[in-house]
């Protein structure tokens, strides 16, 4: 009962205070942020196994020896270069990171900036989260979202990949949570969701048909589909507009600072992730300002 009671205590302030709702949502973003950093640099590596076994499956080969299990839970978290194991006050988000200051515990070998990144721009996210929608579902969900979508930015920068495994099953989250209206009603969702894969499936086969190369990954596709999913159809061209203009505007820096090749693809995959979430907390205003204009 004294447990009971204190955890309604603690749910009443989340309810009552905004502060301490994204005060908690902070650190519970920061969590999940070294989660994502396992997702972001084991999934890609679990999919490359999927398929060099059932490459070698249907090329007839014999069935290779056991592996060690590799999944976001197994083996346990090393250091890339010395590969000595990552005791758990190591993997603390972001105080591990500065009382290490970027360096192996083992090895001191140079701890990659993306992972404090991932895990600060989690935390930060989940926190203006929580103040922009206050306590409730939809906070929650939006948190969700926002997860996947920044696990899906840095693998497809990594990558140039954007998993079906995690763009297929958002599609259908998003149309599940909109069946009870949460962000938008299930018709302009269902709608946004055709709309997002077949407006950049078009751009897709006329930029082909006119250059005869590809512009873009089916990828692409289907993560702006999960965004029409989850905000509705409404928000899809603010969504467009904003990937478009930051995407541009990055691409011509690189490529006049000469980091970037003009012939090199650049993932187009963190500009839809980054226009989604600034349509997800302020695009109804954004919208409103761009029609007053």
Not at 20 to 37: D, E, W
Not at 68 to 73: H, M
Not at 230 to 249: D, K, M, R
Request: with cysteine; proline share 6%.
């Amino acid at each position: 009962m004294v447990e009971r009671g204190i955890l309604v205590s603690f749910l009443s302030l989340l309810q009552d205070s905004r502060a301490a709702f994204a005060a908690v949502a902070a650190v519970l973003g920061l969590l999940i942020g070294s989660f994502l950093n396992v997702v972001i640099y084991r999934l890609p590596k679990m999919l490359a196994r999927d398929w060099q076994a059932h490459c070698a499956a249907l090329a007839g080969a014999l069935p290779a020896a056991a592996e060690k299990p590799f999944n976001l839970i197994a083996p346990r978290s090393t250091c890339p270069a010395c590969g000595a194991p990552i005791a758990a006050w190591q993997n603390i988000p972001l105080l591990s990171f500065i009382g290490l200051r970027g360096r192996c515990a083992h090895c001191r070998a140079p701890i990659g900036l993306r992972y404090p990144t991932v895990e600060a721009l989690s935390g930060l996210l989940s926190g203006y989260i929580a103040w922009r929608f206050g306590f409730g579902a939809q906070a929650a969900w939006a948190m969700v979202f926002g997860w996947t979508l920044i696990a899906l930015a840095f693998i497809d920068l990594d990558t140039q990949l954007l998993p079906d495994s995690m763009t297929q099953p958002l599609i259908w989250l998003g149309l599940l949570v909109n069946l009870f209206g949460v962000f938008a009603p299930l018709p302009a969702a269902l709608i946004g969701a055709a709309g997002g894969y077949l407006s950049l499936w078009t751009v897709y086969w006329l930029f082909k048909l006119v250059t005869g190369k590809e512009g873009m990954g089916y990828g692409d596709f289907k993560l702006l589909a999960a965004i029409g999913a989850w905000l509705g159809w409404q928000l899809l061209p603010l969504t467009l507009l904003l990937s478009s203009l930051v995407g541009a505007a990055i691409g011509i820096v690189l490529i006049v600072w000469g980091r970037h090749r003009r012939e090199t693809p650049i993932p187009f995959g963190p500009y839809l992730a980054g226009g989604g979430l600034i349509a997800l907390l302020r695009g109804h205003d954004l919208s409103r300002l761009l029609m007053g204009f």
